[in-house]
């Protein structure tokens, strides 16, 4: 069994945000210097030793848990994530 790194769970958020059309940062930064969340945008945050999958739901930083998990381990995470990504994409088709 491999071990799930952090670049692998940022690269599944990217998969995601591209199947969901959100935006593939977290932030953009605005004219004058301050920083501005992407609503919509998934990505993987770290906290309590786990990681869990969020998702901006306004401009100033507030997010949900999608997944409705927590922060989890890494594997326990990623293979949510590969099921919600297969989701979205049978949900395409």
Partial sequence: MDRITDK???NLA????KATGSPETAYTRQA????RA???NYHVS????????????NECGGVTC????G?????EL???????????EAAKE
């Fill in 38 to 40: 992407n609503v919509g």
């Fill in 46 to 57: 770290h906290a309590y030793g786990g990681v869990c999958l969020h998702r901006m739901s």
């Fill in 14 to 17: 990217l998969r995601i945000n």
């Fill in 78 to 88: 990623w293979g949510r994530m590969q099921a919600f990504l297969a989701g979205l």
């Fill in 32 to 35: 004058d210097g301050r920083l």
């Fill in 71 to 75: 922060h989890a381990p890494k594997r």
């Fill in 66 to 69: 999608p997944l409705d998990q």
């Fill in 8 to 10: 692998m769970l940022d």
